[in-house]
């Protein structure tokens, strides 16, 4: 048995999902993060939670692509076995994802598609071959987005995506309650990451809209985020389940 919790968190190498791996960390769990192509950025955030004081572990993944889940459930379990002496973790966190910016009308069948594998097939069939590796009584956190509540043009193919996340929240609340596994939605407003060619941190006339349209008036950051993430991994969160949690500043309200 681990003497910590562990929590793994896909795309964990940057932005919001790095943010999510250090604040957990700060709780006392420790972290397994995937990555996709940035071996470095994944290896700064090993350091960094070593530093804190947990363990941490980076294994490639592409999200996009279920057929590689059984293999990277291999990798992580035989980590966790030599390791923690465990095959068990407690917190998946599903982050990982790329973003859109397309109207409707110019729209194709394969950005459609590409949304669907990273933002949705994914999350379901890493969340199904995760579910035999967790504890009992763990948590899954799904990362949606404040684009699921309002509508921007442009953002339909993703937002859509984001949406189904949202449904299949509640879904797995009720299926893995009698396993006290409680999964809730992070639905993020904008922030300021690479995400989406990182326009968030780039895109003056879009920063001054976001400000202009958040109650307290900024454009979010990363370490607005993660530290969300991390109380709902905590004894603190125990009794929210289902629920969609939206961390924007107060997007349009
Ligand atoms: N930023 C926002 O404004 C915002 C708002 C709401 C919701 N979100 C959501 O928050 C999540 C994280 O976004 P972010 O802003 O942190 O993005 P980011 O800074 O671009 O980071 C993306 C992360 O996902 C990984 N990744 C990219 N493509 C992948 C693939 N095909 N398979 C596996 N991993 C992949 C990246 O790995 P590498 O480092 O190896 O490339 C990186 O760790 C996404 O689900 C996004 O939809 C973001």
Same mark, same amino acid.
């Given at each position: 048995?681990?003497?910590?919790?562990?929590?793994? *968190?896909?795309?964990?190498?940057?932005g919001?999902g790095?943010?999510?791996?250090?604040?957990?960390?700060?709780?006392?769990?420790?972290?397994?993060?995937?990555?996709? $192509?940035?071996?470095?950025?994944?290896?700064?955030?090993?350091?960094?939670?070593?530093?804190?004081?947990?363990? %941490?572990?980076?294994?490639?993944?592409d +999200? $996009?692509?279920? +057929?590689?889940?059984? =293999?990277?459930?291999?990798?992580?379990?035989?980590?966790?076995?030599? =390791?923690?002496?465990?095959? &068990?973790?407690?917190?998946?966190?599903?982050?990982?994802g790329?973003?859109?910016?397309?109207?409707? +009308?110019?729209? !194709?069948?394969?950005?459609?598609?590409? @949304?669907?594998?990273?933002?949705?097939? +994914? *999350?379901?069939?890493l969340?199904?071959?995760?579910?035999?590796?967790?504890?009992?009584?763990? &948590?899954?956190?799904?990362?949606?987005?404040?684009?699921? &509540?309002?509508? /921007?043009?442009?953002?339909?193919?993703?937002? %859509?995506?984001?949406?189904? *996340?949202?449904?299949?929240?509640?879904?797995?609340?009720?299926?893995?309650?009698? &396993?006290?596994?409680?999964?809730?939605?992070?639905?993020?407003?904008?922030?300021?990451?690479?995400?989406?060619?990182? =326009?968030?941190?780039?895109?003056?006339?879009?920063?001054?809209?976001?400000?202009? !349209?958040?109650?307290?008036?900024? @454009?979010?950051?990363?370490?607005?985020?993660?530290?969300? *993430?991390? /109380?709902?991994?905590?004894?603190?969160?125990?009794?929210?389940?289902?629920?969609?949690?939206?961390?924007?500043?107060?997007?349009?309200?």
């Amino acid at each position: 048995m681990s003497k910590n919790k562990i929590a793994l *968190v896909t795309g964990g190498s940057r932005g919001l999902g790095k943010d999510m791996a250090i604040n957990i960390a700060k709780k006392g769990i420790d972290v397994i993060i995937t990555y996709h $192509s940035n071996t470095k950025a994944a290896e700064a955030v090993i350091a960094e939670v070593e530093s804190l004081g947990q363990s %941490c572990e980076a294994f490639q993944l592409d +999200s $996009s692509n279920t +057929s590689q889940f059984d =293999e990277f459930f291999n990798k992580v379990s035989s980590y966790l076995k030599s =390791e923690k002496g465990t095959d &068990r973790f407690d917190f998946l966190i599903n982050n990982a994802g790329t973003g859109l910016y397309e109207l409707i +009308s110019e729209t !194709s069948e394969d950005q459609l598609d590409a @949304m669907y594998n990273i933002h949705f097939k +994914s *999350v379901y069939f890493l969340t199904q071959k995760a579910i035999p590796f967790m504890n009992n009584g763990g &948590r899954i956190i799904n990362i949606s987005s404040g684009l699921v &509540r309002y509508s /921007f043009p442009t953002a339909s193919a993703y937002a %859509c995506m984001k949406g189904a *996340v949202e449904v299949f929240t509640r879904y797995l609340a009720k299926e893995l309650a009698p &396993r006290k596994i409680a999964v809730n939605t992070v639905a993020p407003g904008a922030i300021a990451t690479d995400f989406g060619g990182g =326009e968030n941190k780039t895109n003056t006339k879009k920063i001054e809209f976001i400000s202009g !349209s958040t109650a307290l008036g900024r @454009m979010g950051q990363p370490d607005d985020i993660g530290g969300v *993430v991390a /109380f709902l991994c905590t004894e603190d969160a125990k009794w929210v389940n289902g629920q969609r949690i939206e961390v924007t500043g107060g997007m349009l309200l």
